[in-house]
DNA sequence: ACAAAAGTGTTTAGATTACACCCATGA
DNA sequence: TCATGGGTGTAATCTAAACACTTTTGT
């Protein structure tokens, strides 16, 4: 402890890149800072780590509070300490990203908060380094869904293989041929096909799909080439 | 400032899990921690970050202190925030892990540190979540080798391909077929052969290759399958 | 000449890609 | 019946993996 005390301490804060998948995009919740510095500018959610949880405890309270939600896919980004990042004093930011399905969140919550979902394609600019955590979390996303299936976190429990293809275009910014998407999703064996179609995009219908039982979270063989 | 003060402040420490290759194996950097708690237990090399600097500059300093070696490769591996992870005071960790050419490093400073060199298959208990930090450092290095050829931070600056291999093997813990890992590496167009060979292995002699000039750090295709 | 390590070639199996084609259905 | 998306099939290409084979050289 005596040995501890000659160095200093630092306010230790998360920031979350929180995504979710709407209308064929992939939306980022943002809300405009409520106090100075940089009152009015687009920040990431975010808080304080207080002395009695770890990081990732923060981060998940941070997610409950602005959107209502509990045991949601979140994970490590990166660190940022850069001594100077926020002007008012010395902040060490941990980043944090998290997937979460948007028709399940409390929209009251959002709105209490200010917070609104923008879609990735158009972006304002954000202050301090929260562009930067924002683009290091999409290269995670992207990661994630090319080694693990993430229709489950970002889509409703059913879904078509036409949405999670939309779903992965929209990730990887980028086209899949529709054939060899299907062809490549249905081989990982963790899909299974119900009964009912989603009938609203065409006369034909679209079976629904969802994720088998005990594939949740485990993860398969490699989805997407690079 | 007046918002942030109702929060509370943090030791930040950095923890470096520093790696190196020598005889075959992929060794890591210790030392018996010199002080309570712990004291004489196995620890990684670190320190806690000052005010004026970042993180990733308190890595590179503790590097440097304790290998002599700056401007080598270093990277963010996870935060470590448990309240109770040190059960001296709360002290909030990053870990980063170090790629160091082994005959390059300076053996006086690591001695004046007490450090020694341990065989990643010969670990001793680590204090702490040192363990973990080491585990995924692990894998993290077998992701930037599975898309990037390491050669350049952990082989001298010549090396055969037999040399490349053997890096490899111990990198993933497993084995290589020699004709196709040679094919796949020179496939790649980031390696030039050079006229001299290493002969101290066979009577035949190995070319020495090194790494083409501008593809030091440039990432290339998929190098080894999952 | 031969042992031993370095390096090359060949064959097979599987995955990826592009793209043509068939199917089901409501208007 | 026909337009529209949903879904299937196939051939060409590329890659990984297994393994047999050739080369070089000191003794």
């Known amino acids: 402890m005596e040995l501890y005390k000659i160095h200093p301490q630092h306010y230790v804060a998360v920031d979350c890149v929180i995504l979710g998948y709407q209308d064929e995009e992939i939306k980022l919740l943002l809300y405009p800072r409520s ?7 687009w920040s990431l959610l975010g808080g304080f780590v207080q002395d009695n949880e770890s990081a990732d405890e923060a981060a998940a309270r941070i997610l409950k509070q602005t959107t209502g939600l509990e045991q949601i ?5 990166a660190s940022f300490s850069e001594p100077d990042r ?15 399905r948007i028709d399940l969140h409390d929209e009251e919550k959002v709105k209490d908060n200010g917070a609104y979902w923008v879609s990735i394609s158009k972006l304002p600019n954000l202050i301090f380094d929260h562009q930067q955590m924002f683009e290091k979390a999409l290269v995670k996303l992207q990661q994630k869904a090319g080694y693990s299936l993430c229709g489950h976190e970002l889509l409703p429990e059913r879904f078509t293989l036409i949405q999670l293809r939309k779903l992965y275009e929209a990730i990887f ?6 054939g060899n998407f299907r062809k490549k ?3 990982l064996d963790v899909l299974e096909k119900l009964k009912e179609k989603d009938v609203s995009e065409s006369r034909k219908g679209a079976f629904y799909y969802r994720v088998k039982e005990g594939w949740d979270e485990k993860d398969s063989e490699r989805i997407v080439k690079l």
């Open 35 to 41: 106090f100075e510095p940089y009152k009015g500018k």
């Open 73 to 77: 896919f979140l994970e490590q980004v």
């Open 86 to 100: 926020d002007p008012e004093a010395r902040v060490i930011s941990l980043a944090y990203y998290a997937l979460i």
């Open 173 to 178: 910014r980028r086209e899949f041929d529709p």
């Open 185 to 187: 999703m249905l081989s």
